[in-house]
């Protein structure tokens, strides 16, 4: 597969086949997304897809997620005319912060951080992240946000799995993901079917 080809037809969610599987073992994701933004217009093409159910909406500034979140945060933030914000593992920022604790896909226990001097009350923002699993890294990145006063105007990701914590983000926020209905099973059962024939 030539990761930098584009189809001359580009139906919904084509991009999504330049997604790797996991060849890793259990300690990694299942799957690696981030091959697709090798492609210019695979990125491009997942971005307004990402933003087409927030066309109507107010958004003053993006945030991402560390650290596959920043690249495609980054991209919406540009695609918008939008400063981007960083929402970072807890120690690497040398400014002062505010933490969150949560739970990543693994189960492992992690803190998050965000800087005190960019949101404030009534600022408007889209949370961005390249894959939501169980949602308990989203969830953290929310509750930075909104304790400072900011509101969340949506999420974004790559796909969010049917997982209780992704079905619980789809219940409470505006959302986008690249997925087409037909896919979500497969992503759910964390098994695509093009994988069969994937070749590196």
């Known amino acids: ?3 930098l080809a584009v189809p001359q037809n580009r139906e919904e969610g084509w991009y999504l086949s330049l997604m790797a599987p996991n060849t890793k073992g259990p300690k990694f994701a299942w799957l690696d997304p981030s091959r697709l933004y090798c492609n210019s217009q695979a990125l491009s ?4 897809d990402l933003l087409k ?3 109507n909406e107010t958004i003053d500034l993006v945030a991402g997620i560390d650290a596959m979140g920043f690249i495609l945060g980054s991209a919406v933030a540009t695609a918008l005319g939008k ?6 593992k807890a120690g690497h920022l040398c400014v ?3 933490t969150q604790d949560y739970s990543d896909y693994s189960g492992r226990e992690k803190l998050m951080e965000v800087r005190v001097d960019v949101l404030k009350p009534g600022l408007r923002v889209l949370l961005v992240d390249q894959w939501i699993e169980t949602g308990g890294t989203m969830r953290a990145a929310i509750k930075l946000v909104e304790n400072q006063g900011a509101i969340v105007v949506g ?3 790559v796909a969010i799995e049917n997982s209780e914590g992704g079905k619980w983000l789809k219940e409470n926020y505006k959302y986008s993901h690249c997925i087409p209905k037909e896919l979500q099973a ?3 059962s ?3 079917e093009y994988f069969k024939n994937f070749s590196v």
């Open 53 to 55: 159910p927030f066309q």
């Open 45 to 48: 093409d997942c971005v307004k």
């Open 155 to 157: 999420i974004a990701a």
């Open 96 to 98: 002062e912060t505010r």
């Open 1 to 3: 597969m030539d990761v």
């Open 186 to 188: 497969q992503i759910d």
């Open 83 to 88: 400063g981007f914000l960083a929402i970072r």
């Open 190 to 192: 964390q098994y695509l």
